[in-house]
């Protein structure tokens, strides 16, 4: 059965902190890696990640995988407020997606 | 640009009730995914169809049934509500945008459903 691991569950920051959040995974046939923001309703697209070692950035957002390793990190960088949400995990196995229970940010002003 | 609507948004069910929640996707995807939300469990998958006419099961199949008659809906039935199935139901699409990958999924609103 496919694994997929977030950490830290959850977590409260500063408005200008950096974040990191983590996702290890098991699965059968790895295909790709994606994050998701979740505010209020459904959740909304942030990276796919099919390569090692390559680094995706989307303004103060960042994301790297290590197929060796099996795990992934995504990075925020000068927290705001609108930052607050849960960033949830996907692994991509066989035409269907597996999610991490999601690591819930807060970010105070 | 509706993208991905599921009906009904919210539905209160007595135990043992039936219901169809129904999802409608106006790109063209090939792939529909129906997903349940709990509290600390993330997204799980109930079923998911790569194509009309056909469905798979997923992570947590029991106690629903689903069908894809037509490329662009995707329905999902509780034939006996249970407490246990009080959740958020999301569905979801993607297209073969990078193949062989599935790419990103687009997610309809939600619907909430309690049962008592």
């Known amino acids: 059965e496919d694994k997929v691991v977030q950490s830290p569950l959850s977590l409260v920051v500063h408005e200008g902190d950096t974040v990191t959040l983590n996702c290890s995974y098991e699965v059968t046939n790895f295909r790709s890696l994606l994050w998701y923001k979740q505010e209020k309703k459904a959740p909304t697209f942030l990276f796919m990640l099919t390569s090692s070692g390559i680094e995706k950035k989307s303004g103060r957002l960042s994301s790297i995988l290590d197929k060796k390793e099996l795990f992934s990190i995504l990075n925020i960088t000068a927290t705001q407020t609108g930052d607050s949400a849960v960033y949830l995990c996907?692994?991509?196995?066989?035409?269907?997606?597996?999610f991490g229970a999601g690591t819930t940010v807060t970010v105070r002003a | 640009n509706a993208g991905v609507t599921q009906t009904p948004k919210f539905r209160v069910l007595k135990t043992g009730q039936s219901m169809t929640l129904l999802c409608a996707q106006d790109m063209n995807h090939e792939y529909m995914y129906w997903y349940r939300q709990d509290p600390g469990m993330g997204l799980r998958l109930i079923h998911y169809?790569?194509?009309?006419?056909?469905?798979a099961k997923g992570e947590v199949p029991d106690g629903y049934n689903v069908s894809r008659l037509k490329k662009q809906n995707f329905l999902l039935g509780l034939e006996s509500a249970a407490p246990s199935q009080t959740s958020v139901y999301f569905c979801a699409s993607s297209s073969l945008a990078h193949p062989p990958h599935t790419g990103e999924l687009f997610f309809g609103e939600g619907s909430r459903l309690t049962v008592l």
């Open positions: 169809s790569v194509g009309e006419g056909t469905t």
């Open positions: 996907a692994v991509e196995d066989d035409y269907k997606l597996s």
